[in-house]
């Protein structure tokens, strides 16, 4: 039977915004959530949300996974569809050089609902 591809959420946030981020990172039913990530913007937490992400599957030496995530800004930018400006540019340049030579790492927008780690960001998980 074939390796089942993993799921990894991500999501990112803050109040006010710009403000105080928050990011949370869900696989496996762990969650993971950071609620002092530093000042910025929604954007900014995103993107720190799905850099995390990379980071954990790399860190598990995962080969087969999925980054799923709810701000579609953040996804096109990362699959290279939207150009990313700005913070965005640098955040991007940062998950370049995390995926590394090769393919880049699958990145697919989720509705908010069912975004796990959105929901766990609600829910003080």
């Known amino acids: ?3 089942r591809r993993i799921k990894i959420y991500f999501d990112g946030g803050c109040r006010p915004n710009p403000g105080r981020m928050e990011t949370a990172i869900v696989t496996g039913g762990a ?8 000042i910025g913007s929604s954007m900014d ?3 720190l949300a799905l850099i995390a ?3 954990l599957a790399k860190d598990l030496g995962l080969t087969d996974f999925i980054l799923l995530g709810d701000a579609a800004a953040v996804v096109a ?6 150009r ?3 913070a965005a540019a640098d955040h991007l340049a940062d998950f370049r050089a995390l995926a590394g030579d090769g393919t880049m790492p699958n990145v697919r927008h989720v509705k908010r ?4 780690a959105g929901i766990a960001l609600a829910h003080g998980r």
């Open 77 to 82: 930018q990362a699959n290279g569809t939207v």
């Open 45 to 47: 937490a995103e993107w």
């Open 53 to 55: 992400a990379l980071r």
């Open 1 to 3: 039977m074939p390796a």
């Open 84 to 86: 990313a400006r700005g």
């Open 31 to 38: 969650a993971v959530v950071v609620r002092d990530a530093g």
């Open 113 to 116: 609902t069912q975004n796990l």
